[in-house]
């Protein structure tokens, strides 16, 4: 060997541990190996072939489930985007935060800077730390200037790195911020942008369909951009806006610098990739490979991008000391808003495997996503049943990483990630659209709300009901059979324990008096 090589080796080995101080005050090593989650917006629990074998084939999530931890009951924090992300990023339930809900792009940041999140905790271990994709959590303080430094944002809670759109792909800007600046922007076409009125002169999707390469279904009828109408106006930055189809490119790309970059010491990279949520645009490579139309087509190009990103560990010889967490911020839905033939182009796919719901909805398929952890040559392959949450991944890091930061929500979950424990979690609160209802082991209770039963734009069931609903997982994962009426026992059980947590005020007690 020669001594480069030894001298190499020695240094990778060391930013293996981290010495740190255990309970009794003992010197210990705990490992530090990298830490990968790639997130995934609006992936059902049936999009992943290692979930749900069917039509679409996706090999290299497969590979992360079915080579890893493959959970089957792994949730998100909410069924919907910005309070998920919030409560992956704290590791509190996003209820405990009342603007914990969908945001426009010029909603301020919803973390607070002094609240304890995941890359800082990381941070703190010695590890560098890195955003790419979507953020949807808000930016400034409430009136940005996009033509400045935007700020506070991903830099402000922990991140030195961040490549972002600061909402979602329907949402203007239709920029990307490296590190709070946009990319690429002409200081003589500044951007302007607002929620509530068009800028005089700008055409619109409602107003100009002649314009349009995507029509809008609901929703999504104000600036165009790229022929595509969006959510919010926006006015120049002509030369700073994103093209569609290579958004997904762009973001691989960013991770893999990042990669490369921090490939000798421990680094934290929360890939936050776009697909499958609207406006789906696969990259011509992938333009009818599914036979789905673009939903499919932007799985498959989202599938393709983590084989990359695996490539590119693997090249760097890092693949063994990573630790990759796979998962998605909420649950499938099909028409989401535009008209992509999501719907008409399904035919046996089902997105959200057995289960009922899907984004927005209170049942199963709007937080029970797929969740996966895979470590080259450290976690034995297996399927696991037990309950683990996003929730818990902040705390269940920091145990991993030696750190003794706990989050508010988060349980010791390390063991279960690692596939060496199925005592998962007993309880957790469920979240949708601010509703909130009660998984305890194998009992799901959804207290009463108003409010549709479906929505009717997206076709989904929300969960709501004029009396409570109670199911039984264990022989009723669809949910089909409320046991509400005939198992009074068990429901008080369950409602006392949801008021135990949520406080009195949060179920009417009229609506509370059992029959
Ligand atoms: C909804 C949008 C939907 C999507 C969602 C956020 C309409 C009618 N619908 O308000 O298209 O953007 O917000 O999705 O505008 S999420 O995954 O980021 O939560
Ligand atoms: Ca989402």
Redesign the pocket.
């Given at each position: 060997m020669n001594k480069s090589i030894i001298v190499l080796s020695l240094t990778l080995l060391s930013s293996l541990f981290v010495r740190c101080k255990s309970g009794d005050s003992q010197i210990e090593e705990v490992p530090r190996p990298n830490i990968v989650v790639i997130y995934l917006?609006?992936l059902g629990y049936g999009d992943v072939s290692a979930y749900e074998a069917g039509t679409l084939k996706t090999p290299h999530m497969d590979r992360l489930a079915n080579e890893g931890v493959r959970f089957t009951n792994g949730y998100a924090s909410s069924a919907?985007?910005?309070p998920?992300r919030y409560a992956l990023l704290t590791g509190r339930y996003p209820w405990r935060n009342e603007d914990a809900k969908?945001l426009p792009g010029t909603a301020p940041l919803l973390i607070d800077t002094d609240e304890l999140t995941l890359p800082k905790m990381l941070k703190e271990q010695g590890y560098a730390t890195g955003v790419v994709g979507?953020w949807?959590l808000g930016l400034g303080d409430g009136t940005v200037n996009w033509n400045q430094k935007v700020s506070p944002g991903p830099n402000e809670i922990g991140f030195d790195y961040a490549y972002i759109m600061a909402?979602?792909q329907?949402?203007v800007p239709t920029v990307y911020l490296e590190n709070g600046v946009v990319e690429g922007l002409d200081p003589a076409d500044p951007i302007l942008v607002d929620y509530d009125k068009n800028f005089d002169g700008e055409p619109t999707g409602k107003d100009n369909p002649e314009l349009l390469r995507l029509r809008w279904h609901?929703?999504?009828n104000n600036s165009i951009v790229n022929g595509i109408p969006r959510?919010g106006f926006m006015k120049g930055g002509e030369k700073a806006k994103w093209v569609d189809e290579d958004m997904a490119d762009r973001f691989l790309e960013k991770s893999r610098e990042f990669i490369q970059q921090h490939a000798d010491k421990p680094f934290f990279l929360y890939y936050a990739m776009q697909q499958p949520?609207?406006p789906r645009t696969p990259h011509p490579r992938f333009e009818g490979t599914s036979g789905m139309g673009p939903r499919g087509d932007v799985i498959l190009e989202a599938d393709w991008c983590i084989g990359e990103l695996l490539a590119t560990l693997e090249a760097e010889g890092l693949l063994e000391n990573t630790l990759i967490l796979f998962t998605s911020?909420?649950g499938p839905v099909l028409n989401?808003?535009y008209y992509d033939d999501a719907v008409e182009l399904l035919g046996d796919h089902t997105p959200a495997g057995p289960l009922r719901g899907g984004?927005y909805s209170l049942f199963e398929a709007g937080t029970r996503v797929p969740f996966t952890a895979y470590w080259k040559g450290t976690i034995v392959p297996k399927v696991s049943d037990a309950m683990i949450t996003q929730i818990d991944l902040l705390t269940s890091l920091a145990q991993l990483t030696g750190s003794e930061q706990r989050s508010e929500d988060g349980e010791e979950l390390l063991d279960v990630l690692l596939g060496k424990s199925d005592k998962g979690r007993e309880t957790l609160v469920l979240e949708a659209t601010t509703r909130t209802a009660l998984r305890h082991r194998n009992w799901v209770m959804i207290p009463p709300y108003k409010g549709p039963a479906v929505n009717q734009?997206v076709n989904i069931e929300l969960g709501n009901d004029s009396d409570y609903q109670l199911y039984n997982l264990d022989i009723d994962i669809k949910q089909q059979r409320n046991l509400a009426a005939e198992n009074t026992e068990k429901l008080r059980e369950m409602v006392d324990l949801f008021v135990g947590i949520r406080g009195d005020g949060y179920l009417d007690t009229e609506a509370l008096e059992l029959k």
């Open positions: 917006d609006d919907t985007c910005s998920s969908i979507k949807h909402a979602t329907d949402r609901h929703g999504h959510i949520h609207v911020d909420n989401d808003g984004k734009m």
